[in-house]
Nanobody, 114 residues
Framework: VHLVESGGGLVQPGGSLKLSCVASGLTFSRQQFSWYRETPGKGRELIATIPYTLGLPPSYDDSVKGRFTVSRENAKNTVYLEMNNLKPDDTAMYFC???????WGRGTQVTVSS
């Protein structure tokens, strides 16, 4: 299994970024995915999950609800995390993770600063 996150960068408060995660080596269309973020102070925290079953809604941590949107494109084996109204507290390394597996990518760094 290979996971590659991208799309991170430096953005000002209030700005937006869209992260991508391309997954290979698994049956993508039958796999639930989550996005996590990690900081030295808070460790790794779950922020969003998208089921593989059509019609089941994604779930979000309260800290990102209403600002972040998780989506998937099965034809491209890609999961996305659209992040709007970013805050300095969103600064972290972001990872996608196929649920119920031990696989992790290298992550992509998001820094929110003026």
């Amino acid at each position: 299994v290979h996971l590659v996150e991208s799309g991170g960068g430096l953005v000002q408060p209030g700005g937006s970024l869209k992260l991508s995660c391309v997954a290979s080596g698994l049956t993508f269309s039958r796999q639930q995915f989550s996005w996590y973020r990690e900081t030295p102070g808070k460790g790794r925290e779950l922020i969003a999950t998208i089921p593989y079953t059509l019609g089941l809604p994604p779930s979000y941590d309260d800290s990102v609800k209403g600002r972040f949107t998780v989506s998937r494109e099965n034809a491209k084996n890609t999961v996305y995390l659209e992040m709007n109204n970013l805050k300095p507290d969103d600064t972290a390394m972001y990872f996608c993770h196929p649920s119920a597996t031990t696989y992790w990518g290298r992550g992509t760094q998001v820094t929110v600063s003026s």
